[in-house]
């Protein structure tokens, strides 16, 4: 009898300890999968961590070359800028020479008759700067301008003077049409085109 | 005789239960120390991860102002050179404009 108890008794004991091994096992197969799926999980999300950081990162390094290469393209283009700027500046210091110079009377005369063939001829005067020393002959300007444009042409100094670095103004006697050939009017409408082509000239590569 | 055979299986089932308790509390607290390990290990890789972040971050950026103030110091280079070349051209460029101006 005793024999039977016991054997009873063991087998509900080694049937608890079976169940009780089988939740031990599962619980370690939960635990498991709990620390792999929580690493899985943190990998995931550090690698959106540092892919996220890597990416502002990248515009940012953008960023700071766009700037720096828009620096470069800005300090390029005021050296060119102020070169050009020096050209006109030393033009114009040396065209205040040039006004006392002996070729000066000859750059007058094709101003005047650049501008008289503009106004197509007729009486016209001519208005020079102040202090304007120079000996024109008018009557052979007069003469070149008939020829060119086919009216009869008269040219003569006006007791009006002008205020300019040189150049002169033609205007009809009516005083209807006017060409301002002074330097600095012709500097004013030529200013954009001369730009282009010192620019061509100095920065030629 | 019955009564204390029913009484003696009684106390095995006890027993029995006692154990099953017991490995289920363990169980517990398998799964309790699996959560906290879990939670130790999120927080030491979101950690590395800050840390490496900031690295490439840094390293980037670093790259960057490199190669920024290569490309500045580069083009005070050019400038100079534009200059220099420039100036070759300089007293052609200032006889252009007198020309263009003067009509001679």
């Known amino acids: 009898m005793n024999e039977r108890v016991e054997k009873i008794e063991e087998i509900i004991i080694n049937e608890a300890k079976g169940k009780a091994e089988n939740i031990i096992a599962k619980a370690k197969e939960e635990a498991k999968k709990i620390l792999d799926e929580a690493e899985q999980e943190a990998k995931k999300e550090a690698e959106e961590i540092i892919n996220k950081k890597k990416a502002d990162a990248e515009a940012q390094a953008r960023r700071i070359l766009s700037e720096a290469k828009l620096e470069a393209r800005l300090k390029i283009l005021n050296a060119k800028e102020q070169l050009i700027s020096e050209a006109f500046d030393t033009a114009i210091e040396k065209l205040k020479e040039f006004s006392q110079s002996t070729q000066y009377k000859t750059a007058l005369e094709n101003l005047i008759k650049d501008a008289a063939i503009i106004i197509r ?3 016209l005067e001519v208005l020079l700067p102040e202090n304007t020393n120079v000996n024109l002959d008018l009557s052979k300007i007069a003469k070149e301008v008939e020829n060119q444009t086919g009216v009869k042409t008269s040219l003569s100094i ?3 003077t002008i205020r300019s670095i040189g150049g002169v103004i033609v205007r009809s006697k009516d005083q209807f049409l006017t060409v301002d050939n002074t330097f600095e009017a012709r500097l004013e409408r ?3 085109q001369l730009r282009v082509n010192v620019a061509n000239l ?4 | 005789m019955a009564n204390k055979l029913i009484e003696i ?5 006890t027993k029995a239960k006692e154990i099953i308790s017991e490995a289920e509390k363990k169980a517990e607290e398998i799964i ?3 959560k906290k390990e879990a939670e130790n290990i999120r927080e030491k890789v979101l950690k590395d991860a800050e840390i490496e972040a900031e ?3 840094k390293d980037i950026l670093t790259r ?8 500045v110091e580069k083009v005070e280079k050019d400038i100079e050179k534009l200059r220099t070349e420039a100036r070759e051209q300089f007293d052609e460029a200032v006889k252009l404009i007198m020309d263009t101006i003067t009509g001679v």
């Open chain 2, 55 to 57: 690295k490439v971050w």
């Open chain 2, 32 to 34: 309790n120390q699996a």
């Open chain 1, 121 to 123: 001829g007729g009486d």
């Open chain 2, 64 to 71: 960057a102002e490199a190669e920024a103030k290569k490309i």
């Open chain 1, 158 to 160: 006006s007791n009006e």
């Open chain 2, 9 to 13: 299986i009684s106390e095995v089932e």
């Open chain 1, 202 to 205: 100095l920065f030629k590569t």
């Open chain 1, 190 to 192: 030529l200013r954009e």
